[in-house]
């Protein structure tokens, strides 16, 4: 048995050895290196099941102060782990895209950090599935973001790629400021860092319900631009565009879930104010009402599935909010609206990989990411057509996918909360979803392709995309191993109260 | 008795915090937008370190976790330089400019 913060300290370990092992090798493939961060990651996710729990009543002083260990928060080091596999399987099968487009002497060279970064992340998001001070909470979000921005420029010879990465270093930084900003305030009333402590000071302070609420609002534009809320998203398109594709994917999964999860953390707090819950209520209903419709109504005349999947993700954060929009104002509500978002996001990310994943092989065949460029994709590799349909029906919401379930889940949450507005716009926007998602299908299957030679995949990214859509239907029917999951208890804070 | 009270302080660190705000929205120079969001980030260590100051504890100490969060933005805010600046220099190279209007070959 291991302390679980082991599986933190091995992730970044791996990534260090790798970078001296890249830097030192005299072999130009950088293969080896993918392969073997997948096969190590492979080891850590199973230690991470003989890993100790937390002590119950943390000394002061002592880590656990800054760290949990909870069941939830393992579960979601898991998913970290597992998404980081995925996207180092699609970088493999990026590497010449990724060569080609990188400057240099020799071919491949300079490669080698792309399949070492992830690794990065990952920690990063282990991290933060633990944070429980806000101290913990800034550094493990910076490590995750820094990481991207290195990523999403990556490829130094593409305009498309150095333009995606200053776009997103500039609002990146710009939502840290209003983060960081924001935790000041919460320090300055509070005079703490520690989650549970904040909902203590805070529920007992009388009379600064504006200075609360300016707190609130500056942690929630920085969170807002994190998780592609409406009015923050416009580095969205342009950055998912520019991306290198397994960045795309890596960063539509782990920056939605990280925020989202800080966002449960952060908002648990405030919520226990009785004064002005139902004003932050009101502000997450709106928020989320514009995501939805923004996200999905914008996505409707797009031809590049790139962008069009950058505006499915907005959609989906709006479907994300509005369950978080649902949270009651006693603090054990939080219990059952943590499992939806846990639940959604783990959907959403099973067929964010796999769009991803299938994009990335076809592309480098099709010679481009428009919409026609698929035409006629099912005659080239029924697999990989099959592959997409399957994400994008469980994106739209076809009943028997994990991305129905999320969605009736979000729903059920709604009228529980009698939240009707959000229900109709809900209901308006998925309708809008079906269109522009089975456009996609219809490409593939009813158009003629231009070039009608098969596409072949290999052997590690069919395995994978055969578990994704296994995943997606095996969830879709029965969430329940899921769903327990995140339930097994409420997070830390809420059991402090 | 000392003149200087916390609403100095955070009246300095909110101008700070705005005048960086505003030159990010303003600015077209993407160098000049780097500097206003460090500006932006410095202000946030200003009113840090005037709470802990202010925030006496029952022993007569201020309250050092703020000055712990403020070493932590420090280092993040220096990484992120780092970073930022190599991915400005790289984008300099290809395109030979810094300036937001010339940065739109991705649009709708």
């Known amino acids: 048995m291991f302390p679980p913060i082991t599986l933190e300290i091995l992730v970044l370990a791996l990534g260090f050895i790798l970078l001296l092992a890249e830097s030192f090798s005299q072999s130009t493939s950088k293969r080896s290196l993918a392969k073997s961060a997948v096969f190590c990651l492979a080891w850590i996710f199973a230690l991470s099941f003989f890993v100790t729990s937390a002590p119950a009543n943390p000394e002061p002083g002592s880590f656990w102060n800054f760290y949990s260990a909870d069941p939830v928060s393992m579960v979601f080091k898991r998913i970290a782990l597992l998404t980081t596999m995925a996207v180092l399987v699609m970088a493999l099968e990026y590497e010449k895209v990724l060569a080609k487009n990188i400057p240099s002497a020799r071919e491949g060279a300079g490669t080698g950090e792309f399949f070492i970064l992830p690794l990065f992340t990952c920690s990063g998001l282990m991290l933060l599935a633990s944070a429980v001070d806000l101290v913990m909470a800034f550094a493990a979000l910076e490590l995750v973001t820094i990481s991207f921005y290195v990523m999403v420029a990556y490829m130094r010879g593409s305009h498309a790629s150095l333009e995606a990465g200053v776009k997103y270093l500039i609002l990146g930084a710009l939502s840290t400021g209003f983060f960081v900003y924001g935790i000041t305030w919460i320090f300055g009333l509070t005079g703490e860092t520690h989650f549970t402590k904040i909902a203590l000071k805070l529920a007992s302070l009388q009379g600064s319900d504006t200075a609360i609420l300016f707190a609130l609002v500056l942690v929630l534009v920085g969170l807002g631009f994190k998780v592609a809320a409406v009015p923050f998203q416009s580095w969205v398109p342009d950055v998912y565009q520019g991306a290198p594709t397994p960045v795309t994917a890596f960063l539509s999964v782990g920056s939605k879930a990280a925020g989202f999860l800080l966002l449960l953390r952060v908002l648990e707090p405030f919520l226990g104010v009785a004064s002005i819950a139902h004003k932050i209520l009101l502000v997450l209903s709106v928020l989320a009402g514009a995501t939805l419709i923004f996200g999905n109504l914008a996505a409707l005349p797009q031809n590049n599935l790139k962008r069009l999947l950058a505006y499915s993700s907005v959609g989906h954060a709006g479907y994300l909010l509005m369950a978080v929009a649902c949270v009651g104002v006693a603090p054990s509500a939080l219990g059952s609206v943590g499992a939806t978002v846990g639940f959604y996001l783990f959907a959403y990310l099973l067929m964010t990989l796999l769009s991803f994943l299938v994009l990335t092989i076809a592309t480098q065949h099709t010679k481009g990411e428009e919409i026609q460029h698929f035409n006629g994709l099912s005659k080239r590799s029924p697999f990989l057509a099959f592959a997409l349909l399957v994400a994008m029906s469980s994106l739209a919401g076809v009943p028997l996918t994990a991305g129905f379930y999320g969605k009736f889940l979000v729903f059920a949450q709604a009228v529980n909360a009698s939240q009707w507005t959000l229900i109709a716009l809900g209901t308006v926007t998925v309708g809008a979803g079906f269109y522009f998602y089975l456009r996609v299908v219809a490409a593939m299957y009813w158009a003629e392709p231009a070039d009608a030679s098969p596409i072949q995949v290999s052997g590690l990214s069919k395995m994978i995309i055969v578990l994704l859509v296994a995943g997606i239907f095996v969830f879709g029917v029965n969430p329940k191993p899921v769903l327990s999951a995140f339930q097994t208890q409420q997070t830390p804070l809420a059991s402090a109260h | ?108």
């Open chain 2, 1 to 108: 008795m000392n003149p200087l009270t916390l609403n100095h302080y955070l009246l300095a660190s909110g101008l700070l915090f705005s005048l960086g705000f505003a030159g990010v929205m303003l600015r077209r120079n993407i160098i000049t937008i780097f500097m206003c969001l460090e500006l932006m980030l410095n202000a946030a260590n200003l009113s840090l370190v005037a709470f802990s100051r202010f925030h006496v504890g029952a022993d007569g100490l201020p309250n050092y976790n703020a000055q712990v969060l403020v070493f932590f933005i420090i280092t993040v805010a220096a990484a992120e330089v780092a970073v930022g600046l190599a991915i400005i220099v790289a984008l300099y190279r290809a395109r030979q400019t810094t300036h937001v209007e010339d940065i739109q070959s991705l649009k709708f």
